[in-house]
């Protein structure tokens, strides 16, 4: 069935295809419309679930993790400073290796107060352990949130499906709501390994001792270091699995295929625009033009964001001229994020495209499509090889 509805509306669609046991969300802007429809769905009894209303986003993400260490199916979603306010939790859901699915509807973080989008908020918290996943349009919200759930699971690792504020969240598209038994077929029911049971009572995550030690039954156990060390590889080995997942998924909804970059004429392209979200989408239309022109350029829409897909990019761009990395977030005294891991997984290549770095959208300020031709035909013409350079895009200093 194809329908014309927001973005939190396909998000929590996905939610509640995925046949979701436990929902707790605390509401804020842009997020709130779709913490709303999920309740909407529970108490019209379209979904079997527990809807939790809490004080704050810290116990939202606090209940879910008590849910999920029970077996439960959990979600949650948040926005900006919410997920600030969350973040110890961010790093014991991860620590804890709970299958947690969360929305971050993507803006600025205070202060100063914005409601506005930018990549900010989920960029700060892109080292807690979780993964991290980027949609582009309405109908990757929807499939994402579904794929979230069955990578999460099969990995024990939670994920955050990201999008953005307004420009997706709040604005209307098509997209096809697929049928609920062809989700059933995609995404089984959740079993846990290891769940607290009243019945089979056990400690988790107690204070763990720096070095290993004997558990009770004289058994070797890992220390902290170790099971930080199982949670680095498993991030690294679930790119196969976010691999096996997005195969799974085109295979039954004949939709996807590409898990870690969407690319765009990029196939013959000399120099790359690169991104994340809907501006990879709005970029087409200055790829469209720079064609015309008899530019051999590409767009290519970064989907994995965590773990960062290095072997992807070196696939994708090593022997391209360039490229042009446009981001909606700093990493504050260094460079956007997004270029840093870009030309670090490139490092290896002999043959390096050349790389610049413009910032912009910082606080939902417009990016005009006009300046990102502007800005990518200059890029093209100045090709500066060994500069590292990052410019900002839409100052009015």
């Known amino acids: 069935m194809h329908v014309i509805e927001s973005g939190n509306v ?10 979701t046991q436990v929902i707790a969300a605390y ?4 997020q709130t419309p779709l913490t709303e429809k999920l309740s909407e769905f529970v108490s019209k009894g379209q979904m079997t679930a527990q809807y939790i209303p809490v004080e704050s986003e810290h116990s939202a993400l606090s209940v879910c993790i008590a849910a999920s260490s029970t077996g439960s199916r959990t979600f949650t ?60 349009d309405h109908q990757q919200i929807l499939d994402t949130v579904l794929k979230a759930f069955m990578v999460a699971e099969k990995v024990s690792i939670p994920v955050m499906v990201c999008y953005d504020g307004y420009l997706l969240s709040h ?9 609920q ?15 607290l049971d009243p019945e089979h009572p056990l400690n988790q995550n107690t204070v763990t001792l720096p070095d290993v030690r004997p558990d009770i039954h004289g058994n070797m156990s890992p220390g902290y270091m170790e099971i930080r060390h199982n949670l680095q590889q498993d991030l690294i080995c679930s790119l196969d699995v976010v691999k096996e997942v997005e195969d799974r998924f085109k ?48 767009v290519a829409g970064v989907r994995l964001y965590r773990p960062f897909p290095n072997q992807a990019v070196i696939d994708a761009f090593s022997g391209k001229k360039g490229l042009v990395i446009f981001e909606k977030g700093i990493s504050y005294g260094n460079q956007g994020p997004l270029f840093t891991d870009i030309t670090s997984a490139l490092y290896q290549v002999e043959e390096r495209p050349f790389a610049h770095n413009y910032i912009l959208g910082i606080g939902g300020r417009e990016i005009k499509t006009q300046d990102l031709l502007d800005t990518f035909r200059k890029s093209i013409q100045s090709g500066r090889k060994n500069e590292i350079k990052t410019e900002w895009i839409g100052l009015k200093l």
Request: hydrophobic share 40%.
């Open 10 to 19: 396909a998000a929590a669609t996905g939610v509640k295809l995925a046949r």
């Open 27 to 30: 509401p804020i802007t842009p």
């Open 77 to 136: 979603a948040t926005s900006a400073n919410g997920l600030l306010y969350m973040s110890e939790q961010v790093h014991w859901a991860s620590g804890a290796r709970l299958p947690i699915v969360m929305c971050v509807v993507n803006r600025g973080v205070g202060a100063p107060w914005t409601v506005w989008n930018d990549h900010q908020d989920s960029i700060s918290q892109r080292d807690t352990g979780w993964i991290q996943m980027h949609a582009c």
């Open 171 to 179: 604005s209307y598209m098509p997209f096809e709501i697929p049928k």
């Open 181 to 195: 038994e062809d989700v059933d077929r995609f995404l089984p029911s959740f079993s846990s390994d290891c769940k």
């Open 251 to 298: 295979g039954i909804f004949n939709r996807g295929g590409s898990p870690f970059i969407e690319s765009y004429l990029c196939e013959d392209a000399e120099y790359v625009a690169v991104c994340m979200g809907s501006l990879s989408y709005q970029l087409r239309d200055v790829v469209d033009q720079l064609r015309n022109d008899g530019q051999k350029v590409g």
